[in-house]
């Protein structure tokens, strides 16, 4: 006889259930990663011209504050253009969109592509993150949907969004611990790993995808710590929360600087405002503080001991004012990968001032911290952290640190608006 346990739980999902599962996957993770991978070779293709082949010719220095000013401005009206005349603008405000979200119509996808790809190759201070996952989720819906009419467009973006994120991180734990934590508290059949089975084979295609064609590392090369002490907690717990309040400085200018650019009204207006602006701050701060940021923190954490604690703390004001003015202005990119950078300059500015503090305590809890204050997405954070640190000892530390970095951020405003204008919380 059943009891009332056995009437509520929920059923299994049969074998012949998640099998069909696989190839769809597989198909729409790889092709995520591709997207990926394409996007980025044409990006880096492109900033190879603008930024060695162009000022060779011309006999410019290509770091110089005149030639960063040129083309960041110049970025800014290109960008602008592709906003103000593709179909569907390139997408809705990035300002207002999160790592996700309703898929857009597939028109959309080319504009906010080509948009993303300038912005990489001309020294924008975003990422590729948000782009791609908004366009493999576009696509992705719109494929399978015409495919497999009776399947739900969640499945389908779900891959796209696994599959991406595998691809971005070159393994599939980044998905799975994104998409655990999306699923909290969500309807669903099955156990959580059954509702996980089809978004990790299309994260391990992704990931595998990628592997195969190019060499995703986050790791920065910082010496190992192997034997934590007392100490080191109490570095990770103070640095990480450091680390957090610093992020919150960004999400509470947010809106006004979203704002004042908004007056402006038009693309072609904000966004030649916008590049001209980073171009100033890359004038600033060096050409650190230009591009997505990964390439530049490794060089940053490979310098260890080179810069003044002053130095790096303009780094990390340098970046984080250029990550502010390319989010608010309209560029089309994500906040992970400039978050990296701030958190990782951040980091060894405090190791600069207590050299007691060891590097990979001092440069992950801080990673950690920003990013929690920037992204909201506590695994990921927490992930990233890890992969930088480079040291399983160094996972309790992290664990630990989350606590307080958490208890600063939560309920305070985001790095991301509603479409009113005002800082989500």
Same mark, same amino acid.
């Given at each position: 006889?059943?009891?009332?346990?056995?009437?509520?739980?929920?059923?299994?999902?049969?074998?012949?259930?998640?099998?069909?599962?696989?190839?769809?996957?597989?198909?729409?993770?790889?092709?995520?990663?591709?997207?990926?991978?394409?996007?980025?070779?044409?990006?880096?293709?492109?900033?190879?011209?603008?930024?060695?082949?162009?000022?060779?010719?011309?006999?410019?220095?290509?770091?110089?504050?005149?030639?960063?000013?040129?083309?960041?401005?110049?970025?800014?009206?290109?960008?602008?253009?592709?906003?103000?005349?593709?179909?569907?603008?390139?997408? $809705?405000?990035?300002?207002?969109?999160?790592?996700?979200?309703?898929?857009?119509?597939?028109?959309?996808?080319?504009?906010?592509?080509?948009?993303?790809?300038?912005?990489?190759?001309?020294?924008?201070?975003?990422?590729?993150?948000?782009?791609?996952?908004?366009?493999?989720?576009?696509?992705?819906?719109?494929?399978?949907?015409?495919?497999?009419?009776?399947?739900?467009?969640?499945?389908?973006?779900?891959?796209?969004?696994?599959?991406?994120?595998?691809?971005?991180?070159?393994?599939?734990?980044?998905?799975?611990?994104?998409?655990?934590?999306?699923?909290?508290?969500?309807?669903?059949?099955?156990?959580?790993?059954?509702?996980?089975?089809?978004?990790?084979?299309?994260?391990?295609?992704?990931?595998?995808?990628?592997?195969?064609?190019?060499?995703?590392?986050?790791?920065?090369?910082?010496?190992?710590?192997?034997?934590?002490?007392?100490?080191?907690?109490?570095?990770?717990?103070?640095?990480?929360?450091?680390?957090?309040?610093?992020?919150?400085?960004?999400?509470?200018?947010?809106?006004?600087?979203?704002?004042?650019?908004?007056?402006?009204?038009? $693309?072609?207006?904000?966004?030649?405002?916008?590049?001209?602006?980073?171009?100033?701050?890359?004038?600033?701060?060096?050409?650190?503080?230009?591009?997505?940021?990964?390439?530049?923190?490794?060089?940053?954490?490979?310098?260890?001991?080179?810069?003044?604690?002053?130095?790096?703390?303009?780094?990390?004001?340098?970046?984080?004012?250029?990550?502010?003015?390319?989010?608010?202005?309209?560029?089309?990119?994500?906040?992970?990968?400039?978050?990296?950078?701030?958190?990782?300059?951040?980091?060894?500015?405090?190791?600069?001032?207590?050299?007691?503090?060891?590097?990979?305590?001092?440069?992950?809890?801080?990673?950690?911290?920003?990013?929690?204050?920037?992204?909201?997405?506590?695994?990921?954070?927490?992930?990233?952290?890890?992969?930088?640190?480079?040291?399983?000892?160094?996972?309790?530390?992290?664990?630990?640190?989350?606590?307080?970095?958490?208890?600063?951020?939560?309920?305070?405003?985001?790095?991301?608006?509603?479409?009113?204008?005002?800082?989500?919380?």
């Amino acid at each position: 006889m059943a009891t009332d346990h056995d009437a509520t739980a929920p059923a299994e999902a049969p074998v012949r259930v998640l099998l069909p599962q696989v190839l769809p996957a597989l198909v729409v993770g790889a092709g995520s990663a591709l997207l990926f991978l394409g996007v980025s070779r044409i990006a880096e293709e492109l900033q190879s011209v603008l930024w060695e082949t162009l000022p060779d010719a011309l006999d410019i220095g290509p770091y110089s504050s005149l030639w960063m000013i040129v083309v960041l401005t110049a970025t800014g009206v290109a960008v602008g253009l592709v906003v103000w005349k593709a179909p569907g603008h390139a997408g $809705p405000d990035p300002a207002s969109e999160g790592l996700g979200g309703p898929p857009l119509a597939p028109g959309v996808v080319p504009g906010l592509l080509v948009a993303s790809t300038l912005a990489l190759a001309g020294g924008v201070s975003l990422g590729p993150e948000q782009p791609t996952i908004a366009s493999a989720i576009a696509l992705a819906v719109w494929l399978g949907l015409r495919a497999a009419p009776g399947t739900p467009g969640a499945f389908w973006a779900s891959l796209a969004t696994a599959g991406t994120f595998g691809a971005l991180f070159g393994t599939p734990v980044a998905a799975a611990l994104v998409l655990s934590e999306a699923l909290v508290g969500r309807p669903g059949k099955g156990s959580l790993w059954d509702r996980l089975f089809a978004p990790l084979v299309a994260a391990g295609a992704g990931a595998m995808t990628t592997q195969l064609f190019s060499s995703p590392s986050f790791a920065m090369g910082l010496p190992a710590l192997t034997d934590p002490g007392w100490e080191d907690l109490l570095a990770a717990l103070v640095v990480a929360t450091l680390g957090a309040l610093f992020g919150l400085l960004g999400c509470y200018a947010f809106p006004a600087l979203h704002r004042a650019f908004g007056r402006l009204r038009h $693309p072609m207006l904000m966004l030649p405002a916008g590049g001209l602006l980073l171009g100033l701050l890359g004038a600033l701060g060096g050409h650190l503080t230009l591009f997505k940021g990964l390439h530049e923190t490794k060089e940053l954490v490979g310098s260890l001991g080179v810069y003044s604690s002053g130095e790096l703390a303009k780094l990390a004001v340098v970046k984080s004012v250029a990550l502010l003015v390319a989010a608010a202005c309209g560029f089309r990119g994500g906040r992970v990968f400039p978050a990296v950078f701030i958190g990782a300059a951040l980091g060894l500015a405090v190791q600069a001032l207590v050299p007691e503090i060891h590097p990979a305590v001092a440069v992950s809890s801080a990673v950690l911290g920003v990013l929690l204050a920037t992204t909201r997405q506590g695994w990921v954070s927490l992930f990233v952290a890890a992969v930088l640190a480079s040291s399983p000892a160094m996972l309790s530390l992290l664990c630990l640190a989350t606590l307080p970095a958490w208890l600063v951020v939560t309920g305070r405003p985001q790095l991301e608006l509603d479409h009113r204008g005002d800082a989500l919380r």
